[in-house]
Structures are given as structure tokens and as C-alpha cells.
């Protein structure tokens, strides 16, 4: 059983990597920042449209779609799973992916680096990131002073997420408590089970839930998708978002559109229809079991925003991002034509 556990927490820290999306090195940014193509506009002609996913809760509302496609003698979308952004960010570059589901922050920084060549879409998950511990006197943010906290994403949106609802809640995060930083989410596991009955983790999903399997006693204290709301109403916690390249929309307004009325009828069918969402998120190996799936789904929130809800939302969110470090969106917010369809 232990093996087996250990099996679904390596399986599930990929999908973490996916989830969150740290990679903002700017060496890989760099690799689409020549991505303007020489081509002009052309009229629209039915193509397959090139998507690419990550293997996480970025991805998992895309199963349905997924499905539907391969029982299609020509299917009208090709999805393309990835275990890392990296491996995504120069394939958009060469335009041989027309779309691709990544990290919000990460798109803002390819917006800048390509001068606006790749827009955002639609929002597709909101925050994963939770408070765990075995500690019951954590009820709010406000227990959360003068403790000892355990994270991931050191310099990278993990840290600023947890900043900026430690000072809203009137935590200062330098003096009022102590946050160490780890390597990844296995190094934060090993050390709150090595550590007293009282450590607190920063965790996301669905790395929470194979944690809970291994851990004991481990619960969920705080939602901090919650949080961020009860901070911040203009904006929302956003963790991924679906992006499509400039050049490309214009040329195909109709064959987009089309995706994503396809796409929020899956995001739409994943949340309504668990177990059977689950069965297909293992099959697709995004999760190693459908058993862990359909326990972390309802915690991964899904969602689908476009237009001007989407530019409000995941405008506000990159401004908190901002102001805590202007790198982590590129180094200035993105202009108006950042938001498709807005």
C-alpha cells in the first residue's frame, strides 16, 4: 500500500508542476519572443486545430473534448499533452501549436516577450492552492500568525498568493510568521511527517489529496481560492488560462469560437459528471487513478471565463502579481489586446 501511495504522490507532484506552472525562467520565455510569423492574414479554411495541455488540473476540464475527438474520423481539434510548459513554449514559437492551456502569469510573460502575438482566451482553473495541517486550531488566516509554514515556489506565484493574503488579513509575512520554502511539494510532505503534530503546508491540488491518503489525520484548513475572495472581490485566485496565437485568431474567428464553445461545454460536463470526468482524467494519464481523480476534482475549480469577466478577473489578478514583483508578469501589465474577445 505504501508503494502504491508513493506511486500516486510522484504521479500527482507532475501534475502539480503542470498545475501551478512555474516555470517564468526567462531563458525558456526567451524562445518565443521571435514567434511573429511572416505570413499575412488569409481567409479561413477548416483546419485541425493544434492544442497543448499539461498534465494537470490545467488540462482536466479538456477531457471530455478529448474523447469526442477521437471518435471523430477527422477530428476537428488535436490535443497534445505535456509534462512541462517548457516543452510547450517553443513549439507556439515555430507555430506548429495554434492553442495551449498554461500558467496565467506565464501567459502575460509571453505577451510581452512576443509584443503581443499571443493572447489569452479564456480562464480555465482557478486556484488549487490550500492550508493543510493537523493542527485544529487553524479556522482562518488569522491562526496563521506565529507559525512555522511549509511551501513550494519560492520567487515564483505560490509566494505571492500567500503574501498578499497573509498582509490583507494583517499578517506581516516577514516578521509575523515564518514560511520555509522547498524544492518541491515531496521535500514539504517528508518534513511536516518528520516535524510536530501542529506543521501547516501550503499545498495544490490534487497533490492534497494523495497527501491526505498518506498523512493521517491531514486536513484541509484553508481554501485559498476562498481567501483571495474574501480580499479581493474584483479579481479571482487563477491558476491556468487557455491562450491562442494572434496571427492565428485572426485568421480563424470562426474555428476558434467553435473551440470554445467546445471547450466550456467540457469544462462544464467535467464538473457536472465526477466519476465518469475521473474514469477518462486517469485514462488520459493526467492522474495515475480515477479513484484520486474524483476526490481532487471538485477541489481543482474548473472553470470557464472569457470576455470582459475573464479580462476583469485575470486583469486583477495579474495586477496583485504585479505589484509584488513586476517580473512576474513580464514586467509590466498587459495591454487591452492581451484579452481575446473582450
Known sequence: MKRIIALLLAVSMV?????????????????????????????????????????GPTTMGMVQ??????????????????????EIIPLLSKGELDMA?????????????TEGQLQVAAVNTLGVLYVVTKDETVQSVADLAGKTIYSTGKGTTPEYVLNYILSENGIDPQTDVTVEYKSEATEVLATMQAAEQGAIAVLPQPYVTAAQAQVEGLTVALD???????????????????????????QNPQQVQAFLQDYKNSITWVNENTEQAAQLVADYGIVAKAALA??????????YLDGSDMKQKLSGYLQVLYEQNPEAVGGSMPGDDFYYGA
Open 224 to 250: 485559498l481560492t476562498q481567501e483571495w475572495n474574501k480580499v479581493n472581490a474584483d479579481s479571482d485566485l487563477i491558476t491556468g488560462v487557455l491562450v491562442v496565437r494572434k496571427e492565428f485568431a485572426e
Open 15 to 55: 501534475a502539480l508542476l503542470a498545475a501551478c506552472g512555474q516555470s517564468e525562467s526567462s531563458a525558456a520565455a526567451s524562445e518565443i519572443s521571435s514567434a511573429v510569423s511572416e505570413t499575412g492574414s488569409q481567409p479561413e479554411q477548416q483546419q485541425t486545430i493544434r492544442v497543448a495541455g499539461l498534465k
Open 65 to 86: 473534448l478529448m474523447q469526442e475527438q477521437q471518435q471523430q474520423e477527422t477530428p476537428a481539434y488535436q490535443v497534445d499533452m505535456y509534462g512541462a510548459v517548457d
Open 101 to 113: 492551456a498554461i500558467p496565467a502569469n506565464l501567459a502575460a510573460v509571453l505577451y510581452q516577450k
Open 294 to 303: 474524483q476526490k481532487a476534482l471538485p477541489a481543482c475549480n474548473l472553470t
